[in-house]
């Protein structure tokens, strides 16, 4: 499946918040989220990129391709974005 947003399909969707383990209303929400979407959409490639509130991170779920130290200003801009991981590529932390 996918889903024409602007004339174009779209084949990717990343999710930028806090996840479960993380225990905060917004990870809730965003990992409720992102599971709604990978369900509804299976073939869409759906995936989240994790703020972290600690620098060691959480134990997240392979859905969750990269980690953001949320105290480090200059990782909010994601040199993650130029990329395109593959399903299979192991999460990235961004926060050195």
């Known amino acids: 499946m ?11 969707l990343a ?11 917004i990870a809730a929400f965003t990992t409720d989220l992102l599971n709604s979407l990978r369900a509804e ?3 869409i490639n759906c995936w989240a990129i994790a703020m972290n509130d600690v620098p060691e991170g959480y134990p997240y779920p392979d859905q ?3 980690e953001v130290n949320q105290q480090r200003l200059p990782y909010y801009r994601l040199h993650c ?3 395109h ?3 299979r590529q ?3 932390k961004l926060d050195k």
């Not at 602007?6 to 084949?11: K, Q």
């Not at 999710?15 to 209303?25: A, D, E, F, Q, Y």
């Open 81 to 83: 974005f130029g990329r």
């Open 2 to 12: 996918s889903v024409s947003l602007y004339g174009e399909s779209l084949e990717t």
């Open 15 to 25: 999710i930028v918040g806090n996840h479960l383990p993380r225990k905060c209303g």
């Open 41 to 43: 959409a299976p073939g």
């Open 90 to 92: 192991t999460r990235t």
């Open 85 to 87: 991981p593959s399903p």
């Open 64 to 66: 969750v391709r990269f």
